[in-house]
């Protein structure tokens, strides 16, 4: 995790809220440091993790949380992370008839069809178990990225429902968190994705936002971060606080300025 | 040669050492370094295959794609388990020269292709692939190699070195140089040895698609399904996800897809803004990646993405991609007049680059490149454009060979992409 970050965000592992739903989007950028930053802090947290990886393979996540801090490994022997590779099991699902539900069984499907599967795992992963001394200290699910789904032929609007039974589920009844990935479109019209990306920030309590440089490409500056605390049970009767920082990527970690404090340009 | 990098990094290094487990756990994401054997020899259990090395960043095995330039502008090479996209230019002229160096360039290595096509016959593809530029003293052996393939009988009297007559005499040519990245001759083809010396499949979809297909009814068309299948097999069969560690010698498998969404492969995402069935393409390189990253595999697709109308389909394309190049060849452009562009014939927009194993990525900080085709060579170059904000205004192009040439004195400045400040 970046610590940078946790002050930005002012929450760090001990304390985090529960019951809340983070939106992380990127246009014109790569916003997968954010994920990076959240499997790790929630793992340093204690939480049980429901890891849904439909982007990159576990080893990718394994050595960049090695860098971290984390070892997924371990907490997965451990019992404290579920990883679902999508790469791996999408292979599966395609060439091998599977007996049980696969969470990606609708990649076999002819129509677009709805995420239960994908559902039935989650839930099955993040139960509490019962009879048991609570090891971990709640539920958190995990989604990288939710495009995936659009491009893989599921609509926008099962992908929403999934949202809403995972919500109802992780965040209500569990009481845990939930973090998911979006990437915007921009001014590529695509309708789905902005339908899903609308759909699910009315619903976030956080929002992070990593945009490119309107500039464009700078070796100093990789981009921009936007913060937006957001309260989406009562009407927005106060404005919704946001920040606006740039960030700079390193090798282990990610530092953050304020809008042309760049280290580069001082 | 004006090329922009010249591949002196990689240059003498005869196969990298990399890591394997030696349990099923065969993605090439692993960390570089050396593992305690269980045995009795104190070394580590190294394997190193030819025409790869590992990456400085990250330990991640890499190729060369057959172009050192393009090497050194994607970080050093196409790692093992992604995609290579190439975004066609719109006439497809240059294109098939970068595909065809890709696969040239696993000949010449000894790695096992894959080419798939819709278009031409693999083995019409594999004739036309241009002859690699060896230098003298990897020409020479590959010479006498020829000359004892050829003249068997022969039995020359080794006068100094009498000890090697005593081996057996190879029986076939093995790869002519285990070198990174090589250079091709674009104006002569391949030697016939070569080619048949190398272990090579085809996929030529007129021929494949006349079976019948016994899939059950999915949403994607059936010669992506049957392309999926083929690879699938090829990979299972000849142990390149690990399925046969028996097996002594490990080697990569290169895949080539050339002209992927074109309506030759069945799908209409090129003719039609309402397209009626949108997610075949992009469920297809999904199920790609998953198998090139379980298996030691590379692949390279050309895409003519200038037809196909509905934008958000090309945004997808590329978010499911590893790395995206794509060519602009200035043919029937206004810029083909230009006199900025008059040496080169297009340009080349590295458009993606991944984040693998990492939280960032070689992104290199030059934007403007442009590629020419001389009579024999493929180079990419880097435009440099320098404008002063005189009294009038004036812009002053200057392409790097040429700044000799020109009256404005040489000056370190000018080496880098800079803008004048204003003069008051």
């Known amino acids: ?266 | 040669m004006a090329a922009v990098a010249s591949c002196g990094s990689g240059a003498g290094s005869t196969g990298s050492a990399v890591a394997t487990a030696s349990k099923s756990n065969v993605t090439s994401f692993q960390k570089r370094g050396p593992r305690a054997s269980g045995t009795n020899d104190s070394g580590p259990r190294l394997v190193s295959i030819a025409g790869t090395r590992p990456s400085v960043r990250n330990g991640q095995l890499l190729v060369s794609t057959g172009l050192p330039a393009l090497d050194q502008l994607l970080g050093g090479g196409l790692a093992i388990g992604t995609v290579l996209l190439i975004e066609e230019d719109k006439y497809n002229i240059y294109s098939p020269l970068l595909f065809k160096c890709f696969l040239a360039e696993g000949i010449v290595n000894g790695h096992t292709l894959l080419v798939a096509s819709a278009k031409e016959d693999p083995a019409n593809i594999l004739q036309e692939l241009p002859a690699p530029l060896l230098d003298d003293n990897s020409k020479k052996e590959f010479d006498e190699d020829v000359y004892n393939h050829k003249t068997p009988e022969s039995n020359i009297k080794m006068k100094i070195a009498w000890r090697y007559q005593l081996l057996p005499k190879m029986e076939q040519i093995g790869p002519v140089s285990s070198r990174f990245g090589h250079y091709y001759d674009a104006s002569k083809r391949i030697p016939q040895e070569l080619i048949e010396a190398s272990n090579w499949h085809g996929f030529f979809l007129p021929e494949k698609i006349s079976s019948t297909l016994k899939v059950e009814p999915c949403s994607l068309t059936p010669g992506y399904i049957k392309l999926l299948q083929f690879i699938q097999n090829i990979i299972s069969e000849e142990g390149f996800d690990g399925s046969n560690p028996q097996k002594k010698q490990r080697n990569v498998l290169r895949i080539g897809i050339q002209n992927l969404g074109s309506p030759l492969w069945g799908d209409d995402i090129c003719c039609a803004e309402n397209v009626s069935n949108s997610h075949s393409l992009t469920k297809f390189l999904y199920v790609l990646r998953g198998l090139l990253r379980t298996s030691l595999s590379a692949c390279i697709i050309t895409m003519p993405t200038h037809l196909i109308q509905n934008k958000a389909i090309i945004a997808r394309v590329t978010n499911l991609s590893d790395i995206v190049i794509g060519l602009e060849s200035f043919i029937g452009s206004e810029r083909e007049t230009n006199p900025l562009y008059k040496d080169y014939h297009g340009l080349i927009h590295i458009r993606q680059i991944p984040r693998l194993n990492n939280l960032i990525c070689d992104e290199s900080d030059v934007k403007d490149l442009a590629f020419k085709l001389k009579r024999k060579l493929f180079t990419i170059e880097c435009i440099t454009k320098l404008r002063s904000y005189g009294l009038r205004s004036q812009k002053y192009f200057l392409s790097r060979h040429s700044q000799r040439k020109c009256s404005v004195k040489k000056n370190p400045y000018f080496k880098e992409p800079h803008t004048l400040k204003k003069i008051y």
């Open chain 1, 1 to 266: 995790m970046f610590v940078e970050l946790n002050n930005l965000l002012n929450t760090n592992p001990d304390r985090a809220e529960q019951g809340k739903l983070t939106l992380l989007c990127d246009a014109k950028t790569d916003g997968s440091f954010l994920v990076h930053h959240f499997l790790s802090f929630y793992l340093k947290a204690n939480c049980k993790v429901c890891f849904v990886a439909l982007f990159q393979s576990f080893s990718h996540y394994n050595i960049v949380g090695q860098k971290l801090g984390v070892n997924l490994t371990v907490a997965r022997e451990r019992g404290q992370l579920v990883f679902l590779e999508g790469l791996k099991s999408a292979v599966d699902v395609f060439f091998q008839t599977q007996e049980e539900p696969h969470p990606l069984q609708f990649l076999r499907e002819a129509n677009a069809g709805n995420l239960k599967p994908l559902f039935e795992f989650v839930r099955e992963a993040l139960k509490p178990v019962d009879g048991g001394e609570a090891r971990w200290t709640y539920p958190v699910l995990l989604v990288d990225d939710l495009s995936v789904l659009l491009s893989l032929g599921v609509g926008a609007v099962a992908v929403l429902d999934f949202i809403h039974y995972c919500r109802a589920t992780v965040c209500w009844e569990l009481k845990g968190n939930m973090v998911i990935l979006v990437h915007d479109s921009g001014d590529v019209e695509d309708e789905e994705n902005d339908i899903l990306l609308n759909g699910v920030s009315h619903q976030s309590h956080l929002i992070l936002r990593a945009e490119g440089l309107a500039t464009g490409f700078c070796r100093d500056v990789h981009g921009q971060l936007r913060i937006l605390w957001r309260r989406p049970s009562q009407p927005t009767a106060q404005r919704d606080q946001s920040l606006t920082y740039q960030y700079k990527i390193q090798d282990k970690s990610v530092s953050f300025f304020a809008k042309g404090m760049s280290p580069a340009v001082l």
